[in-house]
Structure formats: structure tokens, C-alpha cells
């Protein structure tokens, strides 16, 4: 069993960044993909985010592509989700996702992910 801890969320101004931390317990971290996924009020969970199990790939929403970086220490067994020039649009829940396998081809979806965090509220609004 897969522990997740997500923290890093919080409120900021439209154009601002933060920085998401998953800290994961329970198997072995550094053979296994991560990724992020989020879901705002009234919306479908979305993906947002993955990374391979030694960094080599990544995936991303378009809408957050050149915006968030996903990034992994395997030595920390954790998973970070940089986001920068945050918009209204990107307020949500997110939430860490420990996938199935080390690494896909093309961009993982749902059920590729196993374990799921208690999810972090990210808030952008002036």
C-alpha cells in the first residue's frame, strides 16, 4: 500500500507560482511513474502531470505546458509539481498519483495510476 502526502497548496495572486511536494511511502519510489491530477468545483478529475520513474519522460496538460514542471528526487521519494504564472482556471484540488508501472507510452491516463493522495486545495485569485 502506497502512502501519498501532498503539501505546498495554497492561495495566490493570478500570475504567481507554487510549488506542490508528494511525499510517498510504502514501495519502493524509485521504480514507479508519478504524476499529478486536479478537479475544480462542479469538474471532472483531470490529469495535469507525469513524470517516468528515472525523470526521462514527462508528460503535460496542454493548458499547463511551459507553465508547470514535474520533477522527481528518488532519494527523497518525492515528487514536486512547479507551477508558475498561475491562472484563475488552474484552481483546484490536486492531487498526487503513484502509477501502476515505471513508465508508459504516450501520456498515461486514469487508470493508469494506482494510489491517490488526500489532494492539496490550490486557489488563484486576486
Known amino acids: 500500500q502506497v502512502q501519498l502526502v501532498e503539501s505546498g497548496g495554497g492561495s495566490v495572486q493570478p500570475g504567481g507560482s507554487l510549488r506542490l511536494s508528494c511525499a510517498a511511502s510504502g514501495r519502493t519510489f524509485s521504480t514507479y511513474g508519478m504524476g499529478w491530477f486536479r478537479q475544480a468545483p462542479g469538474k471532472e478529475r483531470e490529469f495535469v502531470a507525469a513524470?517516468?520513474?528515472?525523470?526521462?519522460?514527462?508528460y503535460y496538460l496542454n493548458s499547463v505546458k511551459g507553465r508547470f514542471t514535474i520533477s522527481r528526487d528518488n532519494a527523497k521519494n518525492t515528487v514536486y509539481l512547479q507551477m508558475n504564472t498561475l491562472k484563475p482556471e488552474d484552481t483546484a484540488v490536486y492531487y498526487c498519483?503513484?502509477?501502476?508501472?515505471?513508465?508508459?507510452?504516450?501520456?498515461?491516463?486514469?487508470?493508469?495510476?494506482?494510489?491517490w493522495g488526500q489532494g492539496t486545495q490550490v486557489t488563484v485569485s486576486s
Open positions: 513524470i517516468s520513474w528515472s525523470g526521462g519522460s514527462v
Open positions: 498519483v503513484s502509477g501502476r508501472r515505471g513508465y508508459w507510452i504516450g501520456q498515461p491516463g486514469f487508470t493508469d495510476f494506482d494510489s
